[in-house]
């Protein structure tokens, strides 16, 4: 019995399918059925109820899911063992942001496979929030404000921000000076999030209302850039608009609270070696950022 089938098995017995098992393992639908197949004529017992909407577990599938998780995860844990200290194996996968995951994170994910030659790491980069049990994810960095999840979350590093507007929309509907101004203009969004602003020590919290959403912070900083209202983004994305002037920071003197890089992980006691290891080096690269002026904590 290859442990590979079995790793198959289960991936297909959670995704609920051969297509969507496929894309989480990285290989071909042909493979995963042909894995299935030998795995079932192994044990001599059909595992899997193929559907036009997928797979369906029949009974002795179910009874054998678990034993086959079990002995992957053993497998895992013994490879690890006997490995040179500190090296890793298997597999990571791992959920990232469209709009900040490719310039800021994909380093340290690079960084991560070179010095564990024996990890596959497969990053899926999307600004919607996955759900990771469901979808088969090990973790997901997220950044900004972290809402209520039951998920386990480490805080990485901090993130900033602050509100901008085009030079043009300035001109035309004016720059808000409070946050009570803000009432007044057109925010651009990600959805209906809060926004939050320092006042000395006090946080005052607005909720910003306009007629432009998006779940991707590129494209509201293009929103931004046509003049379309005034949008909270991270410095990340907004420095070289600022240093052109193509955008121009407003409100300045009520800066944004910083927001915070997560590693996001399903629940348990103990976070995976692999998910524990990206951690750090994540805390590594973001916890020392230094902070923008006007920011006191």
Not at 52 to 73: K, N, P, Q, S, Y
Request: net charge neutral.
């Amino acid at each position: 019995m290859d442990i590979e089938e079995l790793r198959t098995f289960v991936e297909v017995a959670d995704a609920g399918g051969v297509s969507p098992a496929a894309r989480r393992l990285g290989i071909s639908k042909s493979m995963v059925s042909r894995r299935l197949v030998r795995l079932e004529a192994d044990l001599g017992v059909q595992l899997l109820a193929r559907t036009t909407r997928g797979a369906a577990l029949t009974e002795a599938g179910i009874t054998f899911r678990d034993h086959a998780a079990r002995v992957c995860a053993e497998i895992d844990q013994a490879r690890e063992t006997i490995l040179p200290a500190g090296d890793l194996c298997g597999r990571l996968r791992v959920a990232a942001p469209l709009s900040f995951g490719p310039t800021h994170f994909a380093a340290v994910l690079a960084q991560m496979a070179q010095r564990h030659p024996q990890l596959h790491i497969h990053t899926a980069y999307s600004d919607r929030f996955v759900d990771l049990i469901s979808e088969g994810f090990d973790c997901a960095i997220r950044v900004g404000y972290l809402p209520d999840s039951n998920m386990v979350a480490r805080r990485v590093g901090p993130i900033y921000g602050k509100l901008v507007a085009s030079p043009d929309y300035v001109k035309t509907y004016g720059a808000p000076q409070t946050p009570d101004d803000l009432v007044g203009h057109q925010a651009l969004t990600q959805g209906t999030e809060a926004w939050q602003f320092l006042d000395g020590e006090d946080v005052i919290t607005v909720y910003p209302r306009g007629r432009f959403k998006a779940d991707n912070a590129t494209a509201l900083a293009a929103a931004a850039l046509a003049g379309v209202g005034i949008a909270w983004i991270p410095d990340g994305i907004t420095h070289d608009h600022i240093v052109s002037g193509a955008l121009v920071p407003v409100m300045t003197d009520y800066p944004p609270p910083p927001a915070g890089i997560y590693v996001i992980r399903p629940p348990g006691p103990h976070p995976s070696r692999k998910v524990r290891v990206l951690t750090e080096m994540l805390i590594e690269c973001f916890d020392q950022a230094p902070k923008p002026a006007g920011v006191s904590r």
